[in-house]
């Protein structure tokens, strides 16, 4: 995995809402994952690269109950393959009427080191799921195994999930408000701006509960306002 140490932990300091506006900047709209939201906000921020797990309308003559009796079959595989400080997201077609993982295969993964599992559909032991120390998202809670409804085919392939196309090694960062994708190729300049971006919404944020009006300070359309913020940032050393 090529993701950069210091890049990990300064996405681990930024919010998915600061992230979703660096990358409108630069034209990207759609790197939000839709109708997904964390088993357990309290847990930290999820950061790590994506490795991918797709799965197709399930066929009834090829999906029985038995193909799990195959060592290699994909889902069970990519659980077993996916790599530490990885993140595995799930195609499941934003299809939770059956579920795309349960607690075992979520404490399998976060006893390998992934940093956290995406779906755009449901997990089953999904109350289990989310007293592991391990960040996991999904639509809802969904009982039904995933062979009902879902058959594992690719793993580590481009895939959609929740209207967001993600590619294996795109950056995966997720907190309370969700998911978001960012592509691989920008994610040191992207972390860097976010941070530099979540510095003056500290500043603004406590001009604002100060009581203090937003017009001229968010955007800093004031000459006062840069001024202030640099004070600001030099007393907080930030």
């Not at 300064?10 to 939201?37: E, H, M, P, W, Y």
Request: with cysteine.
């Amino acid at each position: 995995m090529s993701l950069k140490t210091e890049t990990r932990e300064k996405l681990k300091g930024v919010s998915t809402a600061t992230l979703c506006t660096a990358l409108f900047k630069r034209g990207l709209r759609n790197q939000f994952i839709q109708d997904v939201k964390p088993l357990n906000p309290a847990l930290p921020t999820m950061v790590g690269e994506a490795f991918t797990l797709r799965y197709i309308p399930a066929r009834e003559d090829l999906n029985p109950i038995t193909v799990f009796q195959d060592r290699s079959h994909p889902q069970r595989k990519a659980v077993e393959e996916c790599p530490p400080g990885a993140v595995m997201v799930i195609d499941s077609r934003k299809d939770a009427r059956a579920a795309s993982a349960g607690g075992i295969l979520v404490s399998r993964l976060m006893m390998r080191g992934v940093a956290g599992v995406v779906t755009d559909g449901g997990f089953r032991d999904s109350a289990e799921i989310a007293g592991l120390a391990i960040p996991a998202y999904h639509h809802r809670p969904s009982a039904p195994t995933n062979l009902t409804l879902h058959q594992a085919l690719d793993i580590n392939v481009p895939i959609g999930c929740g209207d967001a196309a993600v590619w294996p090694g795109d950056v995966v960062v997720g907190d309370g408000d969700g998911v978001v994708i960012i592509p691989a190729a920008i994610a040191d300049e992207i972390a860097a701006e976010a941070v530099e971006m979540t510095v003056f919404e500290d500043f603004v944020t406590e001009k604002v509960l100060e009581g203090r009006s937003i017009l001229g300070l968010y955007p800093p359309t004031d000459e006062q306002t840069k001024v202030d913020f640099a004070a600001w940032r030099e007393k907080a050393g930030r």
